[in-house]
């Protein structure tokens, strides 16, 4: 399912990109063919004027200037001096069939009034048209002008054949191509990385969420399975052995039901249904009040528990008081359950720029630094045996999920002398 929605992100992205990739290529090209047509154009005008000034003002055509020039310009030249045709085609003979000339003259007749009645000897100025030319599929710039002299008129049609043109726009247009398939093909690849990348947190969200199923369905299945041994039991059992499953089942109940308290929780946590609720808290009551709370159960395992809290006046901090009182409940539970008789538990708390440092330290087992980041995993334990029953291993991942609520931060570091000490920030 993941490699499927993988190649479709994949197929999507590159699709939309390219799209939009495609769609400017093709507008830059455009715009750059339009120009370059312009520009084109704009130097055959040039040319023309240049050709009619010459014309217009020598009174004898050199060969060798119009030789030079048609070599210069590439331009094909048909030049008529009172309806006779002028006898120098030898020095470039002519690639083009002369009806694309009377063409080129009737379609400047018609279109743009270069009218040959018009212009005699005794006219002053010249007159022509330049404009775009299709013959036989080709396209042409062409010019036709009327050239007043002395023994009469010079009819010039000039044909500028766009084949240059055109291989330099094909060209362009494939180089645009070739660009634009380079660029498709690294979008793809670009996009098969960056959305498997993407990916990475939704599989190892869909892999924890696996072993998470996998590690509730073995919790779960723990005290189930000692409730129905003896609920089967209780079957053939005396009264007085009865009463024992009896409370055995109940016990079992109850660890189920605290299970199933914090498996909901962190399911709030997962859809952020899980809120906080912020009021003015004042830290060090909070700290006294855990102390009162759990200094019986130190004493019956024979720990002794302390408290330290700053000499000087601690500012309220907001946050929510039920929350941050299951933490360190969570914290302290642990302690106890982990610290052997005889050993030593301190909660304290410091204050330093606005910051709130909580700490409960041990002198327990300690864990290994290894084994530090995932304490805070979901049904870790250290108790690699699970001989521990009164805790899953979610009290911890439970514990940061709060804290993080409160942006905060929690970890766990070696206590000196033997034993663990998470730490909590606030700010």
């Not at 312009?38 to 060798?64: E, P, T, V």
């Not at 304290?348 to 300690?366: A, M, P």
């Not at 980041?373 to 940061?400: S, T």
């Amino acid at each position: 399912m993941l490699k499927k929605l993988h190649t479709q992100l994949t197929f999507l992205c590159t699709f939309a990109s390219s799209t939009i990739l495609v769609f400017m290529s093709l507008i830059c090209l455009s715009f750059s063919e339009s120009e370059s047509k312009k520009s084109y154009f704009s130097d055959f005008q040039i040319n023309a004027n240049l050709l009619y000034n010459h014309l217009g003002s020598q009174s004898i055509l050199s060969r060798n200037w119009l030789a030079q020039f048609q070599a210069d310009t590439g331009f094909e030249m048909d030049i008529q001096d009172n309806g006779s045709k002028l006898a120098f085609e030898h020095l470039s003979p002519f690639t083009l069939n002369e009806d694309i000339f009377t063409q080129a003259r009737t379609q400047a007749r018609q279109d743009h009034a270069i009218l040959e009645e018009a212009v005699t000897k005794e006219s002053v100025l010249s007159t022509h048209a330049e404009f775009s030319l299709q013959w036989e599929g080709l396209e042409y710039y062409a010019s036709v002008a009327l050239i007043p002299k002395q023994s009469g008129v010079l009819n010039v049609t000039v044909l500028l054949p766009l084949t240059r043109l055109n291989k330099a726009i094909l060209s362009r247009r494939q180089l645009f191509a070739g660009v634009d398939i380079l660029g498709v093909l690294l979008l793809g690849l670009f996009f098969w990385i960056f959305t498997w990348r993407m990916m990475q947190p939704l599989i190892k969200n869909r892999q924890k969420q696996a072993e998470f199923i996998a590690s509730a369905s073995h919790e779960l299945r723990s005290p189930l399975t000692v409730m129905l041994s003896a609920l089967s039991a209780m079957q053939h059992a005396s009264p007085k052995e009865t009463a024992h499953f009896s409370q055995t089942i109940k016990q079992e109940g109850k660890r189920m039901g605290r299970l199933i308290d914090d498996m909901l929780t962190l399911s709030s946590t997962d859809s952020s249904r899980f809120s906080i609720q912020k009021t003015a808290v004042e830290l060090d009551t909070l700290l006294l009040s855990a102390y009162e709370k759990f200094e019986p159960v130190a004493q019956k395992k024979s720990l002794s528990l302390h408290v330290i809290l700053p000499d000087k006046l601690v500012p309220p901090y907001y946050c929510d008081k039920e929350r941050i009182e299951q933490v360190l409940s969570i914290l302290l539970d642990n302690a106890l359950c982990y610290t052997p008789s005889g050993g030593r538990i301190v909660l304290s708390l410091e204050t330093v720029s606005n910051k709130f440092t909580l700490r409960v330290s041990d002198s327990g087992i300690g864990i290994p630094d290894s084994e530090k980041q995932a304490v805070f995993d979901r049904f870790y334990r250290c108790d690699k045996a699970h001989k521990d029953k009164e805790h899953f291993g979610l009290g911890l991942c439970i514990a940061q999920e709060i804290i993080h609520l409160h942006k905060g931060n929690i970890w766990v570091e070696n206590t000196p002398g033997g034993g663990s000490s998470f730490v909590i920030v606030l700010s």
